[in-house]
């Protein structure tokens, strides 16, 4: 069945440290997605991004990077030097083709907070 | 600007009430979502929508129900068959089943008293 684990349920970092969100996510599907997604204390969820099952190629982006490894099914999230503006509840997502419908499951997500 | 805009932001409801809460898209995407959120437990898919007058449930539509007439428009009954509707609940779209990544609005944080 599908599912996606965030083991880490709250993370606490100073200001400047770099951190790293894991995410593992099960599926039998051979086209799927993953994504991720910031909640900050607005409560809107806003896309961050989103990843094909054929494209395993890290992604940069200004301080955020992501490590797509299939072999062990992962989809972790670094921000580098840490910003108090990076608090929020961040999920990873995934969607399969073809057995959800395209739906998104989404893990439990990880509060992240950032200390000035 | 294009977008979700869900209302009201916060809604108190008696036990024994049904409630309705509105979620509207300028997006012109043909699906839409309602998701709950409870503390520790991400978010679950209540039901979904891929077209004008055609709905699915979802993980856990009891309790819920919803009406399609418009693209533009995905309301969201909580009825006095949920047992426990405290939540917050967020409405998203995507602009087809494929994803390219949903939009999602502010959301309704309801409370039951």
């Known amino acids: 069945a599908q599912k996606v684990t965030q083991a880490q349920t709250e993370i606490s970092v100073v200001e400047k440290e770099d951190v790293t969100l894991d995410c593992v996510y099960e599926?039998?599907?051979?086209?799927?997605?993953l994504f991720w997604y910031k909640q900050p204390p607005s409560g809107e969820l806003v896309f961050l991004i989103r990843?094909?099952?054929?494209?395993?190629q890290n992604e940069i982006s200004g301080r955020y990077s992501w490590n797509f490894q299939k072999s062990t099914s992962s989809f972790n999230f670094t921000i580098t030097a840490s910003q108090v503006v990076d608090s929020a509840v961040y999920f990873c997502?995934?969607?399969?083709?073809?057995?959800?419908?395209?739906?998104?499951?989404f893990g439990k997500g990880t509060k992240l907070s950032v200390k000035p | 600007d294009g977008g979700i805009t869900q209302s009201p932001k916060y809604l108190f409801r008696k036990e024994g009430q049904n409630v309705t809460l509105s979620c509207e898209q300028n997006?012109?995407?043909?699906?839409m979502y309602w998701y709950r959120q409870d503390p520790g437990q991400g978010l679950r898919l209540i039901y979904y929508?891929?077209?004008?007058?055609?709905?699915q449930k979802g993980d856990i539509a009891e309790g819920y129900s919803v009406s399609r007439e418009k693209k533009e428009s995905f309301p969201l009954t909580v009825t006095s068959a949920q047992k426990n509707p405290t939540a917050f609940y967020l409405c998203?779209?995507?602009?087809?089943?494929?994803?390219?990544?949903?939009?999602f609005g502010s959301g309704t944080r309801l409370t039951v008293v």
């Open positions: 998203a779209s995507s602009i087809e089943t494929v994803p390219y990544g949903y939009t």
């Open positions: 599926t039998r599907d051979t086209t799927y997605y």
């Open positions: 990843r094909n099952s054929f494209d395993e």
């Open positions: 997502a995934l969607s399969e083709a073809q057995r959800s419908q395209g739906n998104l499951i």
């Open positions: 997006l012109n995407h043909d699906a």
């Open positions: 929508s891929q077209i004008v007058n055609d709905f």
